[in-house]
């Protein structure tokens, strides 16, 4: 069983950044493939970055491309999302999400752990 724990959400003006961190629990967290997904009011969740149980590939939505960096402290049992140039498309309720293989997916059924989200405003 594995517990994710979101913080880091907040208001902010768009072009501005914030740092989203998770913090899980568990004896697995390193061989678990991660990702973050958003869910805006009245949209469905949508992926927006995954990172491989070892960190060494990172995948991503193409609007956020050049703008969000997911990574990952497998000692400190964490993941992070810094996200840079923020836009107010970019407002959502951000959950961090573990799967229970090292494979990388894209999609929100593919993870089979959810943590209870952090909600992130951008104002324009």
């Known amino acids: 069983q594995v517990q994710l724990v979101e913080s880091g959400g907040g208001l902010v003006q768009a072009g501005g950044s914030l740092r989203l961190s998770c913090a899980a629990s568990g004896p697995t967290f390193s061989s678990y493939a991660m990702g973050w997904f958003r869910q805006a009011p009245g949209k469905e969740r949508e992926f927006v970055a995954a990172i491989s149980w070892i960190g060494d590939r990172t995948y ?65």
């Open 60 to 124: 991503y939505r193409d609007s956020v491309k050049g703008r969000f960096t997911i990574s990952r402290d497998n000692a400190k049992k964490m993941l992070y999302l810094q996200m840079n140039a923020l836009k107010p498309e970019d407002t959502a309720v951000y959950y961090c999400a573990a799967r229970r293989a090292i494979v990388v997916v894209t999609t929100a059924a593919g993870y089979d752990y959810w943590g209870q989200g952090t909600q992130v405003t951008v104002s324009s």
